[in-house]
């Protein structure tokens, strides 16, 4: 009796680490994930949300040249996710880098309400602090930012850079427009390569810029979404307009503003769209749903950002890359590296939980798969080629 009760234990226990490991903020195919875990550098192209937009009248003929209607964040979008991961917490002094020993269990974990993943570092909040934390999960690092104003909202943070970088700056987006960005910016310390505090407090700013080419007149521009990419940020509006922040004299400042309004080129009624870096480049997908429920996918789009022109580029192919984006994250991947069939966009259905696969060459959205079901692997590795 008492070994069937130990036995049983030990599966209940089994049972709960595999609902916690399927609770991760990490929102992509199991496969693609061990795959990962062997190739470090891949971790640095992950990319956190994904910002659900809904159309505030719906126009029958949308394209990114006309005057187009209002887009409003759905009620069901957010790009915070509350899931819990293992990872152990102590607490540590302001402004600086603390490694969590492998060997030390410690009682409660903070991990629970992520707000981006940037150049492979994650940026959660340890509750109920409103503080924020950038997390190295590779070196099991991590370090305290300051204090954060609670009556701010944040929709996502990123970095500008890697934090190799001696530049590297955190910008977080808060979803309005007063403040409508807040920066900090990480300094080495002169005698060593951990973190120091140069200020105490986040800097904050408004956002006087105006909404071109949509309907209502002077609509301050909201962003919920943004990317870091060399040194640089690019902050998407609501209203799918670009912006570019770089650092002036100490200083981050908006210096361009692309003249061109991004939406799907197709009439919809809600799309989710990501932003992504591959190769060095900036790329924008969009999941578009012409259907009343956003939770059907009828079409996808990709998109190249042309850097020195600040303009889209619609792509038809992705050559031997491949796209996977989940309900909270995205990435890029050279199919050969990780087994997956090349020119196509993975993504999951918020429904069914399953991973379907958009094929670029054919554009037809192939039978999909669910990880809960053991032939999924092996389903995963007839499709490559």
Same mark, same amino acid.
């Given at each position: 009796?008492? #070994? ?38 891949? /971790?640095?192209? @992950? ?17 990114? /040249? ?11 979008? $957010?790009? $915070? ?18 490694? /969590? ?27 109920? #602090? ?45 979803? @309005? ?19 120091? $505090? ?9 956002? $006087? ?53 991004? +939406? ?19 790329? #924008? ?24 022109? #600040?303009?889209? !580029?619609? !792509? ?34 918020? +429904?069914? /939980? ?32």
């Amino acid at each position: 009796m008492a #070994l069937k009760t130990k036995n049983k234990k030990k599966q209940q226990c089994s049972g709960n680490t595999q609902v916690e490991k399927s609770k991760s903020w990490l929102d992509l195919p199991n496969q693609l994930v061990n795959t990962k875990e062997g190739q470090p550098n891949l /971790h640095k192209n @992950i990319s956190f949300g994904g910002i659900i937009k809904s159309w505030r009248t719906i126009s029958k003929h949308c394209n990114s /040249h006309s005057n187009l209607p209002w887009l409003q964040l759905s009620n069901h979008a $957010t790009n $915070t996710h509350k899931y819990s991961t293992q990872t152990s917490f102590s607490y540590m002094p302001l402004g600086c880098w603390c490694r /969590h020993y492998l060997f030390r269990k410690l009682p409660r974990y903070p991990w629970k309400h992520y707000v981006g993943c940037s150049n492979a570092i994650l940026i959660a909040e340890v509750e109920p #602090l409103h503080m924020y934390h950038l997390w190295n999960p590779r070196h099991r690092e991590m370090f305290r930012l300051p204090l954060w104003d609670p009556k701010v909202p944040v929709k996502l943070a990123v970095l500008s850079s890697p934090p190799e970088d001696p530049n590297c700056t955190v910008m977080v987006l808060t979803g @309005i427009s007063q403040p409508a960005f807040a920066f900090y910016k990480l300094k080495r310390s002169n005698t060593n390569s951990s973190w120091i $505090t140069p200020e105490p407090r986040w800097t904050m700013q408004d956002c $006087t810029l105006t909404e071109p080419l949509v309907r209502q007149k002077h609509q301050a521009m909201e962003f919920a979404n943004a990317i870091g990419v060399r040194g640089k940020f690019y902050a998407l509006s609501v209203q799918g307009s670009l912006v570019v922040i770089e650092d002036l004299d100490s200083v981050p400042k908006v210096t361009e503003i692309s003249a061109t309004r991004l +939406v799907p080129s197709v009439s919809s009624n809600h799309f989710r769209e990501y932003l992504l870096e591959s190769e060095g480049e900036v790329l #924008l997908v969009f999941l578009i749903s012409r259907k009343s429920s956003m939770h059907s996918v009828d079409g996808i789009e990709i998109y190249q950002l042309n850097l020195a022109r #600040l303009s889209w !580029l619609k !792509l038809g192919t992705l050559g031997e890359r491949a796209v996977f984006v989940g309900s909270n994250c995205s990435v890029s991947v050279l199919a050969s590296e990780v087994g997956c069939r090349r020119n196509c966009i993975y993504f999951r259905h918020s +429904v069914t /939980h399953e991973w379907c696969v958009y094929d670029m060459e054919s554009s037809n959205i192939l039978q999909g798969w669910n990880e809960a079901n053991p032939t999924s692997a092996i389903w995963f590795q007839q499709i490559q080629g």
